[in-house]
């Protein structure tokens, strides 16, 4: 396929902060898309480029856009790309740096997103089948929904605090029904929230869960069980958390609330929440480079439930291999915008998968209207994702792709629905 064109211009993302979008033009159209941009980012991402000037506080992305404009533009304008490995070796050596500090991850990502929305249309695939035919996954999935329905840390304004609190609506046969009672279960989260604490408490975060005035997580988990369980959903709908510990961790002591915890004593406040409520996965629960903490972590969980690794792996396989060996945690968090490239993200999704990791597609904090992780996560096949709560268009916007692309495979009677157990 020739590229004809490229081009990228800044936009604004959920939180009115500058972000890139790309533009490829070939003989068939023209395909856009967005980067994502994270809150509470983990110190081993590849780089986001930020202009660091007086616009927008510094955030603007008009660097990164001129090096698409004039660096990308310039090696790969007018010429045939094979493939997404091809255009994505193409962007890596341009950049030749191992963070993307050169150009900027947001400039390569865009880049190589928009480009595999153009492979598909010239294959004449959806997006989902071209990201199947990339990752050689022939298995589309539906994924379970993890809703996060409580927002805290750095996507609320709380620094020690637990960042998310999500239901997972595992107990379902379709993405349709699960995502109903998730939605069901979340309004009347919001009514009861109302009623104890008044509507300020129904108040929205970065990812649309309610940000109340709850201190204590046990009071909080209490809370949505009791949603659950009113909405007539209990022990289908399940509960998992994104504690982001890298925020609260200083000098080796981890503060959560009023408590201050060593790594062991963490683990141990982690094995209580879980025997108390219905918690089956637990991300971030160490710091990015606490590995002898996620250890025992996973040794005392690992088990029982998922231990999921963000700011610790980064989609980044080189961590991954460490983690692998390290048995530091059982499932990959899956951020395109953390490692770049669409080839790296499938490549890190591919290497979790073939040593029996479960693997979660996941958004941003701060999001667009584009979508293309909604296909991604069905692509793949891994059956699990995490776009935040059923409110604000920059994550409904992603639920609807995943409504639209669930019709078209209930259509040709091939719709599976769901990762591997936890
Ligand atoms: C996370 C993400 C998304 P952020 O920590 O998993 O929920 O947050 O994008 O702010 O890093
Ligand atoms: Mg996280």
């Known amino acids: 396929m020739k590229i004809e064109n490229v081009k990228a211009r ?139 329905v409580l927002n805290g840390g750095k996507h609320a304004g709380k620094e020690s605090d637990i960042q998310e609190h999500m239901l997972f609506p595992i107990g379902f046969d379709s993405f349709s029904e699960a995502l109903q009672a998730g939605t069901e279960t979340y309004h009347l989260l919001k009514k009861k929230l109302k009623a104890k604490y008044g509507a300020q408490a129904t108040l929205l975060g970065d990812e649309g869960g309610f940000v109340p005035p709850i201190g204590n997580v046990n009071d909080r988990l209490e809370l949505m069980l009791s949603a659950v369980e009113e909405a007539g959903y209990a022990g289908k709908i399940k509960i998992g958390l994104d504690c982001a510990s890298s925020e609260f961790l200083n000098n080796g002591k981890y503060s959560v609330g009023e408590k201050t915890f060593s790594s062991g004593e963490l683990v141990d406040f982690y094995a209580e929440l879980v025997d108390k409520f219905d918690i089956v996965s637990i991300e971030d629960g160490m710091g990015e480079d606490d590995w002898e903490g996620w250890s025992a972590l996973t040794k005392s969980l690992g088990e029982a439930i998922q231990i999921v690794g963000d700011d610790l792996l980064v989609t980044n396989v080189t961590r991954i291999k460490k983690a692998l060996a390290e048995k530091s945690c059982n499932s990959l968090l899956l951020k395109v915008n953390q490692i770049g490239t669409v080839t790296e993200a499938i490549d890190a999704s591919n290497l979790a998968k073939s040593n029996d990791w479960s693997v979660v597609v996941s958004h941003r904090s701060g999001e667009t209207e584009d979508a293309f992780i909604s296909d991604l996560v069905v692509g793949l096949g891994t059956g699990q994702s995490k776009f935040g709560a059923t409110a604000r268009s920059e994550r409904i916007a992603k639920y609807n792709q995943l409504l639209r692309i669930e019709e078209k495979l209930n259509e040709s009677g091939s719709c599976v629905f769901g990762g591997k157990t936890f």
């Open 10 to 148: 800044q936009v604004l993302d959920s939180r009115g902060n500058p972000t890139v979008e790309a533009e490829i033009s070939t003989s068939k159209d023209s395909f856009r898309a967005i980067v994502p941009s994270g809150a509470s980012t983990g110190k081993h991402e590849a780089l986001e480029m930020r202009d660091g000037e007086k616009a927008y506080s510094g955030k603007g992305v008009l660097k990164a856009v001129s090096n698409v404009n004039s660096f990308i533009a310039k090696e790969i304008n007018g010429k045939k790309f094979a493939s997404q490995k091809e255009l994505d070796s193409a962007l890596l050596s341009l950049d030749g740096t191992e963070n993307k500090s050169k150009l900027g991850a947001n400039a390569l990502l865009g880049v190589s997103m928009a480009f595999t929305r153009a492979l598909a249309v010239e294959n004449n695939l959806e997006l989902f089948e071209q990201i199947g035919e990339i990752s050689k996954n022939k298995n589309f999935v539906l994924p379970v929904p993890q809703l996060n």
